[in-house]
């Protein structure tokens, strides 16, 4: 019955007119997402990095850096977000992650992927540009509960429910064994999963069981992971390096 209500009212505050990411839903999952990924990294090790946000929304997990003083530039494939981002003075520029190419993250230390993955036709494509260049590449998506490699493509919403969901209509859902093996193989050799039940939301859970059925909606809540990947290699020398 909450769930129905939940769901209810934010369709309501759709048909109101407000942007998805003025719904309760997502300040509630930006606020658990972001104390997840704070309770599990030393920030201080960062400092001097460059940040590239992609599949942004309005940037508000990029904000959270912004506020700590990291130089943030967020992206979104789509140009009505990034104006958006622009008109209350972030950097921001249109990138569809399904046509990415290594250059396109060139001059970026950290990659901050939140809640995009799944929405790509071409994950792998995204992880092995953004491997190219990036040291660190924060990553959090819905998953399938599998261990299969293959990565399986779903439709997903288009129009006006739509306006968060797959740029091209067609995202995927893979499993985490999939994504850690395309994180990998894209050069990231220190993988950590850091999902914890801190990161958990009304929609999101991140400390399911893992019962290899293959779904990823497990009553009523996405099934999620969150990770830290790092290029060990690119993280010996400073910002003052380059
Ligand atoms: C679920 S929202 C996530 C927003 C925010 N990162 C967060 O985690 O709260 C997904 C975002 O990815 C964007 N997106 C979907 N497909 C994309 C693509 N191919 N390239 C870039 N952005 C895309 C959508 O426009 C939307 O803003």
């Known amino acids: 019955m909450r769930c129905v209500l939940r769901r209810v009212r ?9 942007s998805v990411f003025d719904s309760t839903l997502y300040r509630e999952a930006e606020l658990a997402r972001l104390a997840n990924l704070f309770a599990h990294v030393d920030i201080d090790r960062w400092t001097g990095l460059r940040i590239l946000e992609v599949g942004a929304g309005l940037g508000r997990i990029g904000d959270a850096f912004r506020y700590l003083g990291f130089d943030v ?13 622009r008109y209350r003075g972030c950097n921001a520029f249109i990138l569809d992650l399904d046509s990415v190419h290594a250059e396109d993250f060139a001059g970026y230390d950290i990659v901050l992927a939140f809640g995009v993955l799944y929405h790509l036709r071409e994950p792998e494509r995204f992880l092995t540009s953004c491997g190219e260049n990036a040291r660190v590449l924060l990553l959090e998506s819905c998953v399938s509960d599998s261990t299969q490699l293959d990565i399986p493509k779903v439709k997903e919403k288009t129009g006006w429910r739509g306006q968060d969901q797959a740029l091209h209509a067609v995202g995927c859902r893979p499993s985490p064994t999939a994504i850690e093996r ?7 050799d220190v993988i950590r999963d850091i999902s ?47």
């Open 182 to 188: 395309a994180c990998k193989n894209a050069g990231f």
């Open 73 to 85: 530039t967020s992206t979104d494939g789509r140009p009505e977000h990034v104006d958006r981002m």
């Open 10 to 18: 934010y369709l309501g505050q759709l048909l109101a007119g407000r």
């Open 196 to 242: 914890s039940p801190i990161a958990n939301w009304s929609q999101g859970r991140f400390d399911w069981e893992p019962r290899g059925n293959g779904e990823w909606r497990r009553e009523d809540m996405n099934l999620r992971r969150m990770w830290i990947c790092e290029r060990s290699s690119k993280l010996t020398s400073s910002p003052r390096d380059r």
